[in-house]
């Protein structure tokens, strides 16, 4: 399991302003949070863990291997701040999922008997409307 305080310590936080509606107050502070995290970079990954993050995250990092998530639901920077935390520590566990790897199974004998008897019964259905052959 990862340190959850070691891996907030490498975060890189910046203050934007929000888009949308909402005033003049709107115009004047930068309450919408942007978080940068640096996978290679990253101190407290193992070589591994940093490998299986760039598979999994493929989709949503960057070229460089950098993570951005960003929050603007609340009118409170600290609000934005916690948000956006706790959404990366979940993404982050969801990248280090190992999926299970299936186990191919052998199909019953009971199943490829049963394909077998529907088959000729639906052949000999077909058979029995044709008409007969007169030599």
């Not at 929000?18 to 003049?24: D, P, T």
């Given at each position: 399991?990862?340190?959850?305080?070691?891996?907030?310590?490498?975060?890189?936080?910046?203050?934007?302003?929000?888009?949308g509606?909402?005033?003049?107050?709107?115009?004047?502070?930068?309450?919408?949070?942007?978080?940068?995290?640096?996978?290679?970079?990253?101190?407290?990954?193992?070589?591994?863990?940093?490998?299986?993050?760039?598979?999994?995250?493929?989709?949503?990092?960057?070229?460089?291997?950098?993570?951005?998530?960003q929050?603007?639901?609340?009118?409170?920077?600290?609000?934005?701040?916690?948000?956006?935390?706790?959404?990366?520590?979940?993404?982050?566990?969801?990248?280090?999922?190992?999926?299970?790897?299936?186990?191919?199974?052998?199909?019953?004998?009971?199943?490829?008997?049963?394909?077998?008897?529907?088959?000729?019964?639906?052949?000999?259905?077909?058979?029995?409307?044709?008409?007969p052959?007169?030599?």
């Amino acid at each position: 399991m990862i340190n959850d305080e070691a891996l907030i310590a490498e975060l890189v936080f910046k203050a934007v302003r929000s888009s949308g509606a909402g005033g003049q107050h709107v115009n004047k502070t930068a309450s919408k949070v942007a978080l940068y995290f640096d996978v290679e970079a990253s101190q407290v990954l193992t070589e591994e863990q940093k490998a299986l993050l760039i598979k999994n995250l493929k989709s949503r990092l960057t070229l460089n291997h950098v993570l951005i998530l960003q929050c603007g639901e609340s009118r409170s920077q600290h609000k934005n701040k916690d948000t956006v935390t706790a959404r990366f520590l979940e993404v982050i566990n969801q990248g280090l999922v190992v999926p299970k790897k299936r186990k191919k199974t052998k199909t019953p004998k009971v199943e490829k008997l049963k394909r077998l008897s529907n088959k000729r019964q639906q052949s000999e259905k077909k058979a029995s409307r044709k008409p007969p052959k007169i030599d």
